[in-house]
């Protein structure tokens, strides 16, 4: 496990790099650093209360929780990652959090929708940009986001909720200021999209396509409130399979 001590500052992150070669001179572009804990337990990074971080081509086999964050930070950035067989790909709290290019494999597959690729907690203001995340029980799943919003584009969730047709491809069990999807591909997901949350519903779903479900009771959007509050969804140029 490895914990940061210092944040970087606006223009100037402090990087955690791998891929590069034996002599560390040349960091190859299909290349990782791999960490596998080989007992299902451990974390690789533990980031407390450390801003203006950015961690680029780390590959995680078989951890409990690849990346933890506790305590919050802002300015986190996750770049070209591999998460593999983890209980917890990214557990997260904190603000202006952006993980990009990042492929997610078989994760949390015996867990229920608290686990899986992405968890988010008090993250608002956070980007998940160009990723892919296969074959997890919950693809992304939140909560206790605050006033924050959250934006999901150019990301492929596919075979997701393998073990719990309750969970769900993007879980989200709290109140959400605003969700946006924009290019976003589901298929073969329990449940598509699942909104649990007793208020609000807010999002604006465009040039998406949502396919076959992979459980007979799944849904699309599962966007029933819970409890009395206002309902403001918005569809443009979506595409559903019947």
Known sequence: QQNPQDSG???????????WSSSGTVQNAADYTYVDSLNGAGRL??????????????????????????????????????IIATTFGFQLIGSF????????????LAQTAA???IVLYTCPGSIIDT?????????????SNGSGDVLVKNT????CNITNSSAAAFY?????????????????????????????????????TFGTN???????LDLALVASGPLNVVLHNCTFDT
Request: net charge negative; proline share 0%.
């Open 9 to 19: 500052t606006l223009g100037s992150l402090i990087t955690f790099s791998g891929g």
């Open 45 to 82: 990074y533990d980031i407390s209360l450390q801003d203006y971080l950015k961690f680029e081509k780390m590959c995680t086999v078989g951890c409990y929780q690849s990346f933890l964050s506790n305590l919050g930070g802002t300015n986190l950035t996750i770049d070209n990652c591999r």
């Open 97 to 108: 959090i952006t993980i990009s290019n990042t492929k997610f494999h078989q994760n949390a």
């Open 115 to 117: 686990g899986g690729a």
């Open 131 to 143: 990723c892919s995340i296969i074959g997890s029980n919950s693809g992304i799943s939140v909560g």
């Open 156 to 159: 492929t969730i596919k075979g």
């Open 172 to 208: 989200n069990s709290e109140d959400w200021a605003l969700v946006v999807f924009d290019n976003v591909t589901m298929d073969y997901n329990g449940t598509h999209v699942s909104h649990t949350a007793a208020g609000a519903i807010n999002y604006r779903i465009v040039n998406s």
């Open 214 to 220: 992979r459980h007979a009771s799944g849904y699309d």
